[in-house]
């Protein structure tokens, strides 16, 4: 028997559309899905899904679970006639759209296979597999989830000619986020056919919003290694006004965004794919996190997470 972990992930810019080359700002976070591999007797494998969860998520998301261990299972040669095994999966990562769930249970499975019957895997050989282990959730998965999953820590992601690329991006010290889940179990794939539309629509449009995207996030960098978080915080904001005008928020999520900021967070947005799931408000110092945190669970909002990244 054996275990792996995965991050979970939040997305401070560029979510939605970095299969259109745009660099994406991403951070794990430090809560992790944990999958054990047990070998039993029979054939083929069976699962135990043993997450919290946004209430409905995991049934919903069903399907698109099987396909993926099923192709995490193909892209590692692994025949689970000759040893079939139990997929148990738990953690404290909340299973709900916008925290890298799904990455996060590829990067844990591939591991835990690694780990259980010594195939050898590098760490970029298990990011490719949970990357493959992706595409049933999403469609066409961009990279950008599992890299954040698998190596940990504050990154700039980006696709040029195909290549995922990505870069650590150092701030001055590490600053805290809450993030906070609408309820809205958003269809992931659905996502990237609404963004088609949206291009053939009017191709002009979606051009300069992708430019102004990709501008926003070489200023947020920038501004994130100097330390500069009323910058970050006010580019967030702008960031999801631009997402609101796209039609890729959500009420729900815009009125959690509102009262961030009327609590002091110094910005806010809709963080994954959008269109539910979570937002992300940036609230630097313990005293304001847990300010905003309080503000979401006194308007009934409970599936809150705090985290702190950067440094």
Wanted: some cysteine; hydrophobic content about 40%.
């Amino acid at each position: 028997m054996a275990q792996g972990t995965g991050f979970g992930k939040t997305i401070l810019i560029g979510d939605q559309f970095v299969l259109d080359e745009v660099p994406a700002i991403v951070s794990a976070i430090s809560y992790e899905t944990v999958t054990t591999v047990e070998r039993i007797d029979g054939e083929g494998w069976e699962l135990e899904d043993n997450r919290i969860e946004v209430p409905g998520y995991k049934e919903k998301k069903k399907e698109q679970q099987v396909g993926s261990i099923n192709r995490v299972l193909e892209v590692m040669n692994f025949d689970t006639q000759k040893n079939p095994i139990k997929i148990t999966v738990g953690g404290d990562l909340l299973a709900g759209s916008g925290v890298g769930a799904s990455a996060a249970s590829c990067v844990s499975l591939a591991r835990a296979l690694n780990e259980e019957f010594k195939m050898g895997y590098s760490i970029e050989q298990i990011n490719h597999v949970a990357w493959q282990g992706e595409f049933p959730y999403h469609g066409v998965a961009s990279g950008v989830d599992n890299t954040a999953s698998t190596y940990g820590g504050l990154l700039r992601f980006w696709l040029k000619d195909g290549k995922q690329n990505f870069e650590r991006i150092k701030t001055p010290k590490p600053f805290e986020i809450v993030l906070c889940n609408s309820g809205i179990t958003a269809n992931t794939a659905a996502l990237d056919e609404f963004i088609e539309v949206q291009k053939k629509e009017n191709a002009e449009l979606f051009k300069s919003r992708l430019n102004t995207i990709v501008s926003q996030g070489t200023e947020m960098k920038q501004a994130l290694e100097a330390g500069d978080f009323a910058k970050v915080g006010r580019i967030m904001t702008e960031n999801h006004q631009l997402l609101v005008d796209m039609d890729m928020s959500h009420e729900i999520l815009n009125s959690l965004c509102k009262i961030a900021l009327e609590n002091g967070a110094l910005g806010a947005k809709v963080t994954g794919g959008g269109r539910g799931g979570y937002m992300i408000a940036l609230t630097p110092g313990k005293e304001l996190q847990d300010k905003v945190a309080a503000a979401f669970e006194k308007a009934g909002y409970t599936l809150i997470i705090k985290a702190t990244i950067g440094g």
